[in-house]
């Protein structure tokens, strides 16, 4: 579990809590005294109350995780941002459990409990209706947060920030990033779309492999195929190697969070990216047509442009009788 969410589950539970009764036991002149009939009417009916409340909650999410699974096989560029949205309301549902049952749990030990006037009775008194105005605040905001109707938008926004610096932590110069083109990233990235269709038909028809069959029947050619399920496939068939396949997964969750951001401004090293991977790709679109099988220092693959597997250093033979060499920059010996 995310650590986080481990510290918000400590501190509503035990740590504020505890800071709040102590206090209160500390510096309150005049204690709110209970008899034993108003002890076990609040407790029951806070306890019934906070039960009710959490099964709405579960089944609210339940329905927007529906919703939103709908949404994602309906356009699929909303993947990682609702992968994202249903993993952090997943964490406060585990939370928000966490702190139901403790707090059902104790309103019924102060039920049963017969002694009504010792310190330890007192103390945990106080610290139940806490926790149970802790509960029901958080289900309150819970349920704000799943009716909120740019929650999509604005953690797209949040996401695609947070890649922005962790892309460029190392050499961002004075905390402001690089823009680039909106819409020469947003065409370099449809050319890439197309190039990978186009890649995955011409492989099968050349090997008598069938995409639909290998993995999901009910997909076709060009149609509710999402490009991360290709880019996978190609791997598999080794068609690009794991680092490849990693720099086109992450330029396909960037597109995913800037079309679903407020904002449209691309970072200029994702612009540069996609068209290197544009590249990359046709190459190997090339190297399929004459084939499908890498090229090797020592051999004679023919003239054209050749990139490297490790690296993606673009070499260029001039001459069919040229010899690829070893990668200049990192003396790899395997080529697209």
Request: glycine residues 4%.
């Amino acid at each position: 579990m995310n650590k986080n969410y481990i510290n918000r589950i400590f501190y509503f539970t035990i740590g504020i809590p505890i800071l709040i009764v102590t206090l209160y036991l500390i510096f309150a002149e005049k204690q709110i005294k209970l008899d034993s009939n108003q002890i076990h009417y609040l407790f029951s009916t806070s306890a019934q109350t906070i039960a009710g409340l959490f099964g709405l909650s579960i089944t609210g999410f339940i329905f927007l995780r529906n919703h939103l699974d709908k949404k994602v096989q309906e356009d699929d560029s909303f993947r990682d941002v609702v992968e994202a949205l249903n993993k952090k309301n997943f964490y406060t549902v585990i939370f928000m459990s966490t702190l139901a049952i403790l707090t059902i749990i104790l309103s019924l030990f102060m039920i049963i409990s017969e002694e009504y006037k010792s310190f330890f009775h007192i103390l945990m008194l106080n610290y139940t209706l806490i926790l149970i105005f802790n509960e029901i605040s958080l289900i309150i905001c819970f349920g704000c947060a799943m009716i909120e109707p740019k929650k999509l938008e604005k953690l797209s926004d949040k996401l695609k920030k947070e890649f922005e610096q962790n892309r460029t932590k190392s050499d961002e110069k004075n905390g402001v990033l690089d823009e680039g083109d909106f819409t020469a990233f947003m065409r370099a990235f449809n050319e890439i779309e197309k190039l990978l269709h186009y890649l995955i038909k011409k492989t099968d028809m050349r090997t008598g492999h069938n995409y639909k069959d290998v993995t999901y029947s009910n997909f076709d050619y060009g149609k509710n195929i999402s490009n991360r399920q290709i880019v996978d496939y190609l791997l598999r068939r080794e068609l690009i190697n794991k680092k490849l396949q990693k720099e086109l997964v992450e330029v396909i969750q960037y597109r995913n969070y800037l079309v679903h951001s407020s904002e449209i401004k691309t970072d200029k090293r994702m612009e540069e990216k996609v068209e290197w991977l544009k590249d990359t790709l046709k190459i190997i679109i090339e190297r399929e047509a004459k084939g499908g099988s890498m090229s090797s220092t020592g051999e004679k693959p023919g003239k054209g442009k050749y990139i490297c597997t490790k690296c993606f250093t673009c070499i260029t033979l001039d001459d069919d009788d040229a010899i690829l060499p070893p990668c200049p920059k990192c003396s790899n010996t395997t080529y697209f």
